[in-house]
């Protein structure tokens, strides 16, 4: 299983960005939970937004709530995060991860996800 993530980029603060993640595979599942981690520079990763199989239930951390949205299109096997509004503390490198299990519910628990991509940079300026 491999995870793409691609979009990142250098923006100024209060713009957008749009992040992609595919996922490809032969034993890659549609049917499992998808999200995004980021790591900022000297900090430890940390869970931004999770969706699950449906695309009905996500969960989020509280810093980019009205401000980001996740979704996805499983016959695509690809996961979005759109991202508005965004501030110097957004810049990161971006992480979609997602899950073996099929139909459980949006975690933000790194250890419920089996699969990782391998990131992308999104850098705001102030």
């Known amino acids: 299983v491999q995870l793409q993530a691609s979009g990142g980029g250098v923006v100024q603060a209060g713009g957008s960005l749009s992040l992609s993640c595919a996922a490809s595979g032969r034993t890659f599942s549609s049917y499992g939970m998808r999200g995004w981690f980021r790591q900022a520079p000297g900090k430890e990763r940390e869970f931004v937004m999770a969706i699950d199989w449906s695309g009905s239930k996500t969960t989020y951390t509280n810093s980019v709530k009205d401000r980001f949205t996740i979704s996805r299109d499983n016959a695509k096997n690809t996961v979005y995060l759109q991202m508005n509004s965004l501030v110097p503390e957004d810049t990161a490198v971006y992480y979609c991860?997602?899950?073996?299990?099929?139909?459980?519910?949006?975690?933000?628990?790194?250890?419920?996800?089996?699969?990782w991509g391998q990131g992308t940079q999104v850098t705001v300026s102030s």
């Open positions: 991860a997602a899950s073996r299990n099929d139909q459980v519910p949006p975690s933000a628990r790194e250890s419920d996800y089996a699969y």
